[in-house]
């Protein structure tokens, strides 16, 4: 298995807090994604980045913030958290943005109340 | 902007039967990745698919790309209940770029029954 951690694992929150989310790499590839997971919508991709603080923006951005300051470390930032982000967020790794294959985190559970 | 449809989003199946998962991209594309998700875990990499006419084969499954028909398949011979999981197909979102962008399609729960 790609060396990725996610953590927390679990969360639960109220409305309105801060909330953040990290991913942990040991494998050193340079493009790292943050996907997050609902019923009857897939992944969605919400930040990714392709480099130490290069980063930019997905299909579902608004939001969420992120930072890169280490290969090893990709940071989802919720700035005030909305019942509407609710979700299983993934963080996934890839080490070509070519041949784009992506190892995916064991996920977070985040739930907002 | 580029939607990847899956079909079926519900299948179940037999054991022993074959079956085809079918997965439709509106726009070129030049990549495409096959992903398999049980319940409650993440993602694993099942197949990536490279150019027209690309075939991967892995035990009881084998993936196709038919990048004129934006079309791919995931065909399952002789399925086994180990099969029963959600199955997912993903698009590079640029055309030959280098963003490294996924879109997904919907997924497809497969349930193999004896």
């Known amino acids: 298995d790609a060396g990725i951690t996610q953590s927390p694992r679990h969360k639960v929150t109220e409305t309105g807090t801060p909330v953040t989310l990290r991913c942990h790499q040991t494998?050193?590839?340079?493009?790292m994604y943050w996907y997050r997971q609902d019923p009857g919508h897939g992944l969605r991709l919400i930040h990714y980045?392709?480099?130490?603080?290069?980063?930019d923006k997905g299909e579902v951005s608004d939001g969420y913030s992120v930072s890169r300051s280490k290969t090893e470390d990709f940071l989802l930032t919720l700035e005030s958290a909305t019942s509407s982000q609710t979700s299983v967020y993934f963080c996934?790794?890839?080490?070509?943005?070519?041949?784009?294959?992506?190892?995916f985190g064991p996920g977070t559970r985040l739930t907002v109340l | 902007e580029l939607k990847v449809e899956q079909n079926p989003l519900f299948l179940s199946m037999q054991e022993g039967k074959n079956y085809t998962i079918y997965c439709n991209y509106s726009?070129?594309?030049?990549?495409l990745y096959w992903y398999r998700q049980d319940p409650g875990k993440s993602l694993e990499s099942l197949f990536v698919?490279?150019?027209?006419?690309a075939v991967k084969q892995e035990g009881r499954l084998m993936a196709s790309l038919d990048t004129k028909a934006r079309l791919s398949t995931l065909h399952i011979t002789a399925a086994v209940h180990d099969l029963s999981a959600t199955y997912f197909c993903?698009?590079?979102?640029?055309?030959?770029?280098?963003?490294?962008?996924?879109?997904f399609g919907k997924g497809t729960k497969l349930s193999v029954k004896p």
């Open positions: 996934a790794i890839s080490d070509s943005s070519w041949y784009n294959e992506q190892f």
């Open positions: 494998e050193n590839h340079r493009y």
């Open positions: 980045s392709y480099g130490v603080k290069d980063t």
């Open positions: 726009t070129t594309s030049d990549r």
């Open positions: 698919l490279l150019s027209n006419g």
């Open positions: 993903a698009v590079d979102r640029y055309y030959g770029g280098s963003q490294g962008n996924l879109i």
